[in-house]
């Protein structure tokens, strides 16, 4: 196996082109640009087409991801697609992006559902299974949220859009990922229940259907999103040995401009240093990390020897941190 730390070695994002404004969202619900702005830091958020779904985003960002690693496709030996979108239970939607890519029988695909954090949770998946058997991942956050929502619930609806994010992992000098954890409770204040397995099952009394939309609780969701983000600094910290002021930058999950904000006074660290792009995106879910670290290298905003630390929380709930070093 080589002597090479495990890092990341190329990102890829892909951002669908329809753009969703908050004045459109005006005509839809009872809400305002200006409230949006104010609560959530949100302009605007991008729509997956009907020709597109959380397979196709994937494997485009996958795309730029393997481009940007310069390793050989053939050489990848995973491929982890992290979502809570999923168009099909099976095939999954890792085995369709592989398809996509042309490495049928080439690799092992497999899917991950982890709410927002699924990206640091495939991220983690993916080290642990290089670290014991050498090789190198392709790691996906993909999510169509707009496919989920109720256009008619104001509390939700304008939080959310679709996108995705990829990464290529494995021995490399670019970058060492230093330390990582995922966590996870269980708490049913942000939801999506699937009535349609019950509705098809002889063996079970049939729901009264509800809709199959995603159901928040906003204010308790808020509140978790800033314990969770603090507790995620304080244990990824303890864990790799390191203060607050040696965190160069930091990307947390882009739910809310204001989660943002807490967690930047929290580590002490000026919003210049900490990654914003939940004024274009909204919460793309598991694409959001994968997409700002993508966008963050490409600004410059992550540089030779910088420490980043990737803080992650979402729906389960789950929270997840990891440290990577970027060494060239
Ligand atoms: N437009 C106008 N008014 C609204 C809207 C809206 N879109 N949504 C709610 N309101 C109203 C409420 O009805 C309420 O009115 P009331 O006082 O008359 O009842 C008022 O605004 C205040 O509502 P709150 O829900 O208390 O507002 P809050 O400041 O908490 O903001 C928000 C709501 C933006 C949803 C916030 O709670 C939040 O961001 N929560 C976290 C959401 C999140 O990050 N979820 C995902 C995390 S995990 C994952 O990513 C899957």
């Not at 679709?162 to 670019?174: E, L, Q, S, W």
């Not at 509800?210 to 314990?227: C, H, L, Q």
């Amino acid at each position: 196996m080589s002597s090479l730390p495990i890092g990341i070695i190329g990102t890829g994002a892909y951002l669908p082109e329809t753009v969703l404004t908050n004045q459109y969202l005006e005509k839809l619900v009872d809400t305002s640009d200006q409230w949006i702005r104010e609560r959530t830091g949100i302009r605007e958020r991008r729509v997956a087409s009907p020709e597109e779904d959380v397979a196709t985003m994937g494997e485009a960002a996958a795309r730029q991801a393997l481009e940007n690693s310069g390793i050989a496709w053939e050489d990848l030996d995973y491929l982890i697609a992290a979502s809570n979108t999923f168009n099909y239970m099976y095939p999954a939607t890792a085995i369709r992006i592989q398809h996509g890519l042309g490495l049928d029988d080439k690799l092992a695909a497999f899917d991950l559902q982890a709410g927002c954090s699924g990206f640091n949770y495939a991220l983690y998946v993916a080290e642990n299974m290089i670290k014991n058997k050498g090789g190198y991942a392709l790691v996906i956050g993909t999510d169509a949220n707009t496919r989920m929502l109720d256009f008619t619930d104001r509390g939700t609806c304008i939080l959310f859009g679709d996108g995705a994010g990829a990464v290529v992992i494995g021995p490399t000098d670019r970058s060492r990922l230093v330390a990582s954890f995922v966590a996870s409770s269980y708490n049913g204040k942000l939801y999506l229940k699937n009535e349609f397995t019950e509705l098809n099952s002889p063996f079970l009394p049939k729901p009264a259907l509800t809709g199959n939309f995603m159901y928040m609780d906003g204010p308790e969701i808020f509140k978790f999103a800033v314990r969770a983000v603090q507790e995620s600094l304080r244990r990824i910290l303890a864990q790799a040995g390191m203060s607050r002021e040696e965190i160069d930058f930091l990307i947390i999950h882009q739910a809310n401009y204001r989660i943002l904000e807490t967690g930047a006074r929290f580590a002490k660290m000026p919003m210049e240093k900490v990654y914003v792009n939940v004024d274009r995106y909204g919460n793309t879910s598991a694409a959001s990390i994968p997409i700002a670290l993508h966008e963050a290298l490409i600004e410059g905003k992550i540089q030779k020897n910088h420490k980043v630390v990737l803080i992650s929380f979402g729906a389960g709930v789950t929270w997840a941190a990891t440290v990577l070093e970027w060494l060239s």
